[in-house]
């Protein structure tokens, strides 16, 4: 799918293609509402809305993204609406609703606080700054049954993020993995990501991986 891209805006890379695969292959609920949490150019809430979602919210901090997934969508008269907010706080801000579904493919880069954060990305030291509000606040957004899939790296730890969506009362599993070589982000910070521990000496890849959190019990 060829997508307008306004300057700054996240270009959908291998973690939007993992997380399109595992939604695809999910499937998205017949004539459901989806949110897209972080969505830049609008590219996951277009393939929602074009597999049958009856609505989808496209959600993001930027208003140049939101005005590209707007227009992309547009172009395509398909039925996405868009909505400013952090990913981070979303289950905290004016009521977006329920959903079927959750897509979300939040800033996990760790970051090492020096010069000046990139918000496509940057995370806080240990990449967690979004991920971990995210999921505390997930259980706000999913419907009877609804289900969320958010992609990340292993290097900001699944394992913590599977811990703290159980913890808020949902089913976890990982759907897909990939492995990748580091982009240039990584590249530049592998002395960083060495001394704080969370890659090996010499390593020169990742693993991008898809964790499903179901609702098994009604909400309140």
């Given at each position: 799918m060829v997508l307008l891209r306004a300057p700054g805006v996240y270009r959908p890379q291998e973690d939007t293609h993992l997380l399109c695969d595992a939604m695809l292959a999910a499937p998205v609920p017949a004539?459901?509402?989806?949110?897209?949490?972080?969505?830049?150019?609008?590219?996951?809430?277009?393939?929602?809305?074009?597999?049958?979602?009856?609505?989808?919210?496209?959600?993001?901090?930027?208003?140049?993204?939101?005005?590209?997934a707007w227009v992309n969508a547009r172009l395509r008269r398909l039925p996405v609406r868009t909505r400013r907010g952090d990913a981070g706080e979303v289950a905290d801000r004016p009521p977006l609703g329920r959903f079927d579904l959750v897509l979300a493919n939040p800033p996990y880069v760790p970051w090492p606080g020096e010069g000046r954060r990139c918000l496509r990305w940057d995370a806080g030291p240990d990449g967690r700054a979004v991920l971990d509000p995210l999921c505390v606040g997930m259980p706000e957004l999913l419907a009877p049954h609804g289900f969320l899939l958010l992609v990340q790296s292993t290097l900001c730890g699944v394992d913590r993020t599977e811990d703290r969506l159980r913890g808020s009362g949902l089913k976890t599993s990982v759907v897909a993995r990939r492995h990748l070589p580091f982009g240039s982000v990584l590249r530049g910070r592998r002395a960083y990501l060495e001394r704080a521990g969370l890659i090996e000496p010499g390593q020169r890849e990742e693993e991008l991986v898809v964790i499903r959190a179901d609702r098994t019990k009604p909400s309140a």
């Open positions: 004539r459901g509402r989806v949110l897209d949490i972080g969505t830049g150019t609008g590219a996951l809430a277009l393939r929602a809305a074009r597999a049958g979602a009856a609505e989808v919210v496209a959600l993001d901090v930027s208003r140049r993204a939101l005005a590209t």
